[in-house]
């Protein structure tokens, strides 16, 4: 089993469409949580943390529950520069475990 | 957020060349940095974490005497992959860790370096 799992994509969705991501974790421990937007050729740039309590940044939404090890994002009112990679980041011991991420294409 | 840099940011070479890849911490110093590995469609994989005066740490599977990790001061560090060969063709991309005034830590990611082994 793969220490952090993700939605195998692609996503298609159309501008203005909310779309979820979602993720889940094999090691209890693990410490802190992230997503990740990669775009193609590009080094990935944090997109935010993810907080038990939920947290929100503009159209960007991110849940973590840890009694499932479960985490998720969900982008409202998609725009077409939200096409990427979106990886789910996992902190165990000071390392980063990537997910294998999830692509999202926004079309017109 | 904090700057790091990648040199260069491509290289090709021929099979048995030792490839040299820096890493900068450009407006912050960097005790720790971390060097990963991406194939094509797949995720990243951390390869080594770095502290500067000491050995770096490899994760199993990694070839320490293959890729050989330096980091001699708080804002540099250097990948060098030994003899590369064509299976060592991938993306490489190196981090820095920074603390937050409230204990918590972020990665910031250097822009990669693409390494094609002909």
């Known amino acids: 089993r793969k220490e952090v799992e993700q939605d195998p994509g692609p996503f298609n969705v159309p501008e203005g469409a909310t779309v979820a991501f979602n993720c889940t974790y094999s090691?209890?421990?693990?410490?802190?949580f992230f997503w990740y937007r990669q775009d193609c050729r590009k080094e990935p740039k944090l997109l935010m943390s993810?907080?038990?309590s939920g947290n929100e940044d503009g159209r960007f939404t991110a849940q973590l529950n840890r009694a499932s090890q479960y985490i998720s994002l969900l982008i409202r009112d998609s725009k077409l520069s939200d096409s990427a990679t979106y990886l789910c980041v996992v902190n165990q011991g000071g390392k980063l475990i990537f997910g294998q991420g999830t692509e999202l294409s926004v079309k017109p | 957020g904090a700057v790091v840099s990648q040199h260069p940011s491509w290289v090709i070479c021929k099979s048995g060349t030792s490839v040299k890849i820096e890493c900068r911490s450009l407006?912050?110093?960097?005790?720790?940095m971390f060097w990963y590995r991406q194939f094509p469609k797949q995720s990243l994989m951390l390869m080594a974490t770095s502290n500067e005066g000491s050995k770096a740490t490899y994760e199993q599977g990694v070839e320490k005497d293959k890729f050989l990790i330096n980091h001699a001061s708080l804002t540099l560090s250097t990948l060098t992959v030994t003899s590369a060969h064509p299976e060592d063709s991938s993306f490489y991309i190196c981090s820095a860790r920074v603390w937050g005034l409230a204990g918590g830590e972020t990665q910031y990611f250097g822009p990669g370096t693409r390494l094609l082994v002909l």
């Open positions: 090691n209890s421990a693990s410490q802190s």
């Open positions: 407006d912050f110093q960097a005790t720790t």
């Open positions: 993810v907080y038990s």
